[in-house]
């Protein structure tokens, strides 16, 4: 790969964490429910999704097949942002976003569950660190968005589903491609926030006052992200996007603090630290 390109992804995986980063904020300023946030995450993106998905059905590709992995890991996702969505709006953006973080760690654990084996002594270790520093964080709080209860319940589950989510992506077959896997893992995310949605009783309130934050997180946050997303994973190692993906963390804290005064004590930066280094390290020390 020339250097121009390399430049390119490098660019394009920096502006997708980063953008990343900026999700808590509108989701906080959003003025509708963290339900509505997630179901437009999902529906916007399709929606613009779906030109290109027309585009590659003409040319022969198989994008409407049924894929149950690709369905199972867009329930993961699913879970994944709506419950990191509700977190959002009653912890700090610190925790919830720790907590998402820890998902490639549990991730590793179900792998070795699955093939029936013992963890690995370095996954478990790296659990047990990434615990240790989650309890720190969770040491720690103010009294409006306090780091127990019901919002470290939301960010726990938020975590799981990212688990599952890189569980399946990791046993997809190779005849499922990069847009019939998109699709369904779009659509799946998208039916799954329609569930609490449905279950609500007023599930549109306010709508019209959030049009355009719900439009951001959708096309910029969900679209225009994914798009980066794979732009930067195909041309750069695992290694180097793992890096440059742990900025998104790096730029929820900023904005926590910044706009909504969610300071850090000292053991709560040591907890940071510690989850940030479990989480990339099995992208950084190799297998033996």
Same mark, same amino acid.
């Given at each position: ?5 390399? +430049? ?27 339900? *509505?946030?997630? &179901? ?13 998905? *027309? !585009? ?7 994008? !409407?097949?049924?894929?149950?992995? /690709?369905? =199972? +890991? ?5 879970? @994944? ?8 709006? @009653? ?16 991730? +590793?654990?179900?792998?070795? *569950?699955?093939?029936?084996?013992? %963890? %690995?002594?370095?996954?478990?270790? *790296?659990?047990?660190?990434? /615990? ?6 969770? /040491? ?7 780091? $127990? ?6 960010? =726990? ?11 399946? $992506?990791?046993?997809? #077959? ?9 699709? !369904?893992? &779009? +659509?799946?995310?998208? =039916? ?18 959030? @049009?355009? !934050? ?13 798009? =980066? ?12 996007y793992g890096t440059i993906a742990y900025l998104e963390p790096a730029v929820a804290v900023a904005i926590g ?5 969610? $300071?850090?004590? %000292?053991?709560?930066?040591?907890? &940071? ?8 390290? #099995?992208?950084l020390l190799p297998r033996r």
């Amino acid at each position: 790969m020339n250097q121009g390109n390399t +430049s390119r992804a490098f660019t394009a995986a920096i502006v997708a964490a980063a953008t990343m980063g900026t999700l808590g904020f509108f989701v906080r300023e959003a003025p509708c429910s963290a339900t *509505l946030c997630g &179901f437009a995450r999902f529906a916007v993106g399709l929606m613009l999704l779906l030109p290109l998905l *027309l !585009w590659r059905s003409a040319r022969g590709e198989r994008v !409407w097949a049924f894929s149950w992995q /690709a369905a =199972l +890991s867009g329930i993961g996702i699913g879970v @994944c942002i709506l419950f990191y969505f509700l977190a959002m709006r @009653c912890t700090t953006i610190a925790l919830a976003v720790l907590l998402v973080y820890t998902g490639p760690v549990l991730a +590793s654990i179900g792998e070795a *569950l699955l093939n029936r084996r013992m %963890p %690995p002594l370095r996954d478990g270790l *790296l659990l047990l660190v990434s /615990a240790a520093g989650l309890s720190l964080v969770c /040491a720690g709080g103010d009294a409006e968005h306090s780091a $127990n209860g019901l919002g470290a319940c939301y960010s =726990l589950i938020s975590s799981l589903g990212y688990a599952v989510y890189l569980l399946c $992506n990791s046993h997809m #077959p190779e005849e499922v491609g990069l847009m019939r896997r998109t699709f !369904w893992q &779009f +659509s799946a995310g998208c =039916l799954f926030a329609a569930v609490p949605m449905a279950l609500s009783s007023a599930p549109w309130a306010g709508l019209g006052e959030a @049009c355009g !934050w719900l439009l951001v997180i959708g096309a910029c946050h969900g679209f225009v992200v994914m798009l =980066l997303i794979v732009y930067a994973a195909r041309r750069l190692s695992s290694i180097q996007y793992g890096t440059i993906a742990y900025l998104e963390p790096a730029v929820a804290v900023a904005i926590g603090f910044l706009l909504y005064g969610e $300071n850090l004590l %000292p053991l709560q930066w040591v907890g &940071f630290a510690l989850v940030i280094a479990a989480s990339l390290a #099995p992208s950084l020390l190799p297998r033996r």
